[in-house]
């Protein structure tokens, strides 16, 4: 049972401009959301949350957009680098349980 | 402030065999979990320590197990390995139990042969 869905496997984009990842869950107990970003022989890095009494937060260039009655969640990064090109996971999670994350999403941002 | 460390970084094993891999957590931390990443299948929960106990587990078959020692360092156990078991095997730390931020080691690669 995929709780957390990240539906696009990749996604490519140029440089400067506006990456958007997406990502939906099922759970509606979820209440902390979570994206971390993975370098090839690296593990992931936490990257940016948001708790479900937001709807958005904002750190530099990115910002995680959260919509609760679509239970659809996003990230946003603008500008895109080349250094952003990374696989990114969204991560869902509810008070005292695990994290669940997506399958990933893999970014690419052509310079 | 050390990361997370996991070793061995690569492993070869034959299926059959068993396979332990370590996890030291940064230090502080009191949970850790376990994640099993494949192509496509995304970070698959294998379970969570916290305190030396388990605290959550995921759909694995009893052919995965862990524990936790006193100074939260972890392992994990594979035994009877088989093929289908060949994967990035990573390790969490955070402060409290794994539903805020968690830190990862750069995972194990383990190859069954």
């Known amino acids: 049972d995929q709780q957390v869905k990240q539906n696009s496997p990749s996604l490519s984009v140029q440089e400067g401009r506006i990456s958007i990842l997406n990502c939906d869950y099922t759970?509606?107990?979820?209440?902390?959301f979570l994206w971390y970003k993975k370098y090839p022989a690296e593990g992931p890095t936490f990257l940016i949350s948001?708790?479900?009494?937001?709807d958005k937060n904002e750190d530099g260039r990115f910002t995680v957009f959260l919509n609760k009655s679509a239970k659809h969640l996003s990230l946003h990064i603008v500008p895109s680098q080349p250094g952003d090109s990374a696989v990114y996971f969204c991560a869902a999670s509810r008070e005292g349980n695990k994290l669940v994350f997506g399958a990933g999403t893999i970014l690419r941002v052509k310079s | 402030k050390a990361g997370v460390t996991q070793t061995p970084r690569y492993l070869i094993k034959t299926r059959g065999q068993q396979v332990t891999l370590s996890c030291s957590p940064i230090s502080g931390h009191r949970s850790v979990s376990w994640y099993q990443q494949t192509p496509g299948q995304g970070l698959q929960f294998l379970f969570e320590?916290?305190?030396?106990?388990?605290?959550n587990k995921g759909n694995f078959p009893g052919r995965f197990s862990g524990r936790q020692f006193s100074n939260s360092r972890s392992e994990m156990n594979v035994s009877t390995l088989e093929l289908g078991d060949s994967a990035l095997y990573l390790c969490?730390?955070?402060?409290?139990?794994?539903?805020?931020?968690?830190?990862f080691g750069q995972g194990t690669r383990l190859t069954v042969v």
């Open positions: 320590y916290f305190s030396e106990t388990q605290r």
């Open positions: 948001i708790s479900s009494i937001k």
């Open positions: 969490a730390s955070s402060l409290q139990l794994m539903n805020t931020e968690a830190f």
């Open positions: 759970n509606s107990m979820f209440d902390y």
